[in-house]
Each structure stands twice: as C-alpha cells, then as structure tokens.
C-alpha cells in the first residue's frame, strides 16, 4: 500500500465511518484489505478505492470493509468494576424522586457481539433491589452489521466467559445443542435493543436527554480529535442532565472537551454531563 493509496483509503474511512485506524495500524489493515481485492480480482489498492468511491451500491462492500478495520475483540463482565458502580452507586441516585415505573435507558455504544450489553442487562436484574424494582432499556449500536446479528443470536462461546463467574454462566445462559456454545436465557434478552447505527449518527436513532448512561468503552481510541469531539457532542445531547459516560481504561476526555467533568470512582474515572 502506498502512501498515496493510505491516504485516499484513510480519508474515505474517515469520512464514511469515522475511523481513523490507517496510520497506526496500516500494516493490518493491509493485510486484511487484501482478502478484499482478491476477492474483487482487482490489482491494487487504488482500484479498490475507486470502486469504493465511484460504485452505484457499495453497500455490500461497505460491510465487509468495516469487518476488516475493527476490532471486535470482547467478553462479559469486562471492566465490570464500571457496571457494578453505575447500577449500585449512581443509578439509585438518578432514579430518586422518579415515576416507580419510568424506565431506566442505558446505552452500548460500539457493541460488537453484544457481550457487554448483556453484562449490562445482568449487572441490572442484580442490584434491582436498588433501584425499586424499574425496569431497564438496553440499546446497543454498532456499525458493523455482522457483529449486531451475532449479538440478536445471543450465542457465545469459549473466550466470551473468560471473566465470568461460573454461577453466572449457569444463571443466565443456557447450553445449546452446539457443542461448548451457550445462550442467553430469553427473559434476560428482552431488555435488549440492537441496531445498526455509527456513532456519528447517533441523533438520527435516539431524542435528546434520552439516556441515563452511556458506555462507549474503547470505541474513541480509532477516532481522531475531531471525529472525538463530534462524538461527544453527540453524547452529550443523548444523556440526561448529569448522566454518565464510561470509556475504556486507556481512553481519557480530561483537558479535552467541557461538554463533561470527569468523576472519581475508586478505581477509576468516569465523565459527567455539563449543562442541560
């Protein structure tokens, strides 16, 4: 891949998705991209970009091109240290003073294969008691239409429960006919919305003040500064007055936006929303 080709392929991605992966890590999406141009017989990568910007439809291509740049790598419970804060020590607070019935919305942004909304829907049923009893709104999004099939099918296996407690794989799953592969039990999946949606088009899916947190957890590692501000600005319309954003270990707003203040928890921090 030239510098040339690099830099007409990261722009387009950039535009159409948001991401910004190229320059770190050009060498594996060279090598994932390469599966595409075999499979399209085309020679290079230029060719390949020009399909991607001149075809009619290149929606199916689109699919596979967001396959090939993410990484979808996730597991229940992970991080769990963020759940079980928000449902036992900042949801009680938001829901005091609420209509007993009103439900709590929570958002999983960047879901992948839907591990941590499910972790989300069971950290809930756990700490209930809590909250009175309200029930819960899991949305889920995610770009990358193969990963949000796989998360309505519930099934998962092997690496997927490498942080979670057997009690709870026996709770809330239930061995399927496939060998070594379980499922999510139905009544824990009904609180669980999936949908194919970008982050960046995040006010085309949801109203304003919609969600009591939100958890978008090493998604804003593949943005750039600006598509990371616009996410913000998209979060921050979509939250609540004071309601909380969770992002992964390695991932920061301090210094950088003051749509949020940043919170401390025990064992890490956690962003607030500023304003209305």
């Known amino acids: 891949m030239s510098d040339e080709e690099c830099r007409l392929l990261s722009g387009f991605v950039r535009e159409k998705f948001g991401l910004d992966v190229f320059e770190a890590q050009r060498d594996r999406v060279r090598y994932r991209l390469r599966e595409r141009l075999e499979a399209r017989a085309m020679t290079s990568f230029l060719e390949y970009y020009r399909f991607l910007v001149l075809s009619s439809d290149p929606s199916e291509e689109l699919r596979y091109l967001v396959e090939a740049l993410t990484n979808n790598e996730t597991y229940f419970f992970r991080e769990r240290y963020q759940l079980d804060w928000y449902f036992a020590e900042v949801l009680p607070r938001q829901v005091k003073g609420r209509p007993t019935g009103a439900p709590v919305r929570v958002l999983s942004a960047g879901c992948s294969s839907g591990e941590e909304a499910y972790s989300l829907a069971i950290i809930h049923y756990e700490n209930q008691f809590r909250c009175l009893g309200r029930p819960v709104e899991i949305h889920a999004i995610d770009l990358n239409p193969s990963r949000v099939r796989q998360a309505e099918e519930a099934e998962y296996e092997g690496l997927s429960f490498r942080a979670a407690p057997a009690e709870a794989k026996a709770k809330y799953f239930t061995p399927t006919p496939k060998d070594g592969r379980f499922r999510v039990k139905t009544w824990l999946r009904g609180p669980v919305l999936f949908r194919v949606l970008n ?34 600005v998209h979060f921050h319309r979509a939250l609540r007055p004071g309601a909380p954003l969770f992002l992964g270990h390695s991932e920061s707003l301090l210094g950088k936006t003051r749509l949020f203040r940043p919170e401390r928890a025990p064992d890490f921090i956690y962003y607030v929303k500023e304003g209305a």
Not at 206 to 223: G, K, M, Q, S, T
């Open 199 to 232: 982050i960046l088009e995040l006010p085309t899916g949801f109203p304003e003040n919609h969600f009591d947190a939100v958890f978008c957890r090493n998604v804003l590692i593949y943005f750039n500064e600006a598509t990371m501000q616009r996410a913000c």
